[in-house]
DNA sequence: AACACCATGTTCACACCGTATACAAGGCAC
DNA sequence: GTGCCTTGTATACGGTGTGAACATGGTGTT
């Protein structure tokens, strides 16, 4: 019997575990992946939680890789729906805006995943993911847009030299001023006009 | 007996619960902020500080305000060895790379005020600060220097729209990515580095 | 000067949390 | 079948924030 509900043994707990994560901490951030709160929605016993993760920081470590996996996979669904055609300069271009709106889009829509995601990005503990997708980190999507730019010839390799981390700058800074800062709560419309002008006016003074 | 060490009442427990919180939490942020902690090192019970405080939360709000309160003043203290012989346009732009290298720096050098200041910008609750500073919001600093430039003729009425949000944006973004993120424990020479070329990308792309 | 009041700090109590340790229930290899 | 090994349970401990009742001592009133 694999999938016994009443089984004594739960199947596979460690993935129920991460999906209840992702679930409570979609509203509530990180501090609603209690360890008894996410076993109990689970229908578990608390220590049950330990034959699988070596604490409550591995198991929010665990749904923040997960969220992480999230992100990137909005900003790829994004970078894949521009249009082929344009010439080269106008496509690179276009990539570094979505990649940029897209992270944006993602930290306002999701503000508990994304806290999660951000909380990954130091620590690189190599845990599994869930889902089956092989995982790039959505810095990556940012340092491909970049190069494509000097490919293509509208950013100087000169100018490209740190140029992720100024981009970055600005796209999480609003992302963090909209979702835990002065900017919570404020329209949709109105954030979405603030990005616009965050990424074009580092866009610009990466090309002066 | 004013200062009697062993007096029942203890005389000005609200203040040296704030004191006693910027203290642990300079390092340990916000969640070294335990109320049982904090009374604990004051020498008081748990529960006098509901006397001063309606819960933990209110108490961390007071820490803020006055970790924000730090912020500002080391922001002011920077604009204040600006030299002012210089021409209007170059001393303008000049307080705006020292309001934005000045919240940077802080952000770097003091991770758990920062995390605090931070957190107080939402929820503008008038509780009082403990210094006797009049209170100025660091972001107050900013749209200065901005209308300042504007004055000064470096940007224009139509770029200086919103341009508040897209300098903050840049600098509070290199100032998490170098306390929460990817950035952290990196070389102050390297974060510094960094925070000129995110400031300075900035201005160019508002000057345009 | 005596008294009542009130602000302030204490004591006790409760529910919750993360976690350690010991135990039990099944699945698997031989 | 028998023994082991993985997985979930039971119990317990120290930590937390917080509420209610109580004690203390300064302050204003008569």
Sequence with gaps: ?????????????????????????????VNALGLRELTR??????????????????LVLAVAAEAQNRLARAIRERLGAIPGDADPAER?????????????????????????????????RGDECVTIDDYVPPYQF?????????????????????????CWSGVHGIADLATRGPLQGLDRSVIDM????????????LRT
Excluded at 8 to 13: E, P, S
């Design 41 to 58: 929605s689970v229908g578990v016993t608390p220590n049950a939680a330990y034959r699988h993760f070596a604490d409550r920081q591995a």
């Design 1 to 29: 019997m694999i999938s016994d509900a009443h089984s004594y043994h739960h199947g596979d707990l460690r993935s129920a575990l991460v999906e209840a994560g992702l679930r409570l901490a979609r509203d509530g951030g």
């Design 92 to 124: 690179a271009v276009h990539q570094l805006r979505e990649v940029s709106l897209g992270y944006i889009h993602f930290a306002v829509s999701e503000p508990g995943w994304f806290e999660l995601a951000f909380l990954m990005q130091d620590e690189s």
């Design 194 to 205: 603030l990005a616009a002008r965050v990424v074009d006016t580092t866009l610009a003074g």
């Design 142 to 166: 940012l340092l491909d847009a970049l190069d494509g730019m000097v490919h293509a010839g509208v950013l100087t390799p000169e100018r490209r030299a740190d140029a992720e981390w100024v």
